[in-house]
């Protein structure tokens, strides 16, 4: 599906939910998607994308960047702390912030480099064992704990358990971050998108919608 096609039905879902146009921002996730898939979006205007691993986005951003312009790349995969400085460098926002390890190396690099990348932090809505993020009961003292670093979250981030149904987990992020105060909300892929605007999402992160399904090098 086109990406003006994911643009028309994203903005037939803010209206639905009576929310500005404009409201949500559209992230196209482009890990593993041959270059030739990444440059065509690019070519038909879109500036926001997601990545999963340090080391791909490494390869290619800078080069794209210095070809197409300004571009923001967001981190959406799960970040190892030895990466935190390449990753603060590189992009423009982390979406997977779920430890306190974590959270003080970003608090030693912002400190050390004068600004940091907009922060997210995953919550493991579904409490699954083998999914990254804060379980929803630690949520609250892991906020306090980044406070206490000064390091500013700017929103909540989840990936609902695969086959269930993603609005009950749209839900509860929308209301663990009212609750902190927190306003970026960082939900939605390609097959829930829509619910995930109608609870309240200001990021959707869609990547086979957009550039069709990835095929991993095996
Ligand atoms: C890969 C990925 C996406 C995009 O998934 P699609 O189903 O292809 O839209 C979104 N969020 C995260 C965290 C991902 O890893």
């Not at 989840?158 to 960082?186: K, Q, V, Y």
């Amino acid at each position: 599906m086109a990406l003006s096609d994911i643009s028309t039905r994203i903005a037939a879902a803010e209206r639905a939910a009576g929310r500005n146009a404009g409201a949500v921002r559209l992230i196209a996730v482009s890990k593993v998607q041959p270059l030739e898939r990444v440059e065509a979006v690019l070519e038909g205007g879109h500036r926001l994308f997601g990545e999963n691993y340090v080391q791909e986005a490494a390869g290619k951003w800078p080069d794209l960047r210095a070809r197409f312009g300004a571009v923001a790349v967001h981190m959406i995969g799960p970040l190892q702390t030895n990466k935190a400085k390449v990753a603060v460098e590189l992009f423009d926002a982390i979406h997977t912030v779920d430890r306190p390890s974590l959270a003080e190396k970003l608090a030693r690099l912002a400190q050390d480099r004068g600004r940091c990348p907009e922060l997210f932090v995953q919550v493991n809505t579904g409490a699954e064992p083998q999914k990254a993020g804060v379980l929803p009961d630690d949520l609250d003292a892991f906020l306090a704990t980044c406070r206490g670093m000064d390091l500013p979250v700017q929103g909540l981030m989840c990936i609902p358990p695969e086959g269930e149904d993603s609005a009950p987990h749209f839900a509860m992020l929308a209301g663990m971050a009212a609750r902190n105060g927190i306003s970026g909300l960082s939900m939605g892929m390609s097959g829930d998108f829509e619910a995930a605007i109608a609870a309240g999402a200001t990021h959707v992160r869609v990547g086979s919608a957009i550039f069709g399904a990835r095929t991993y090098a095996s």
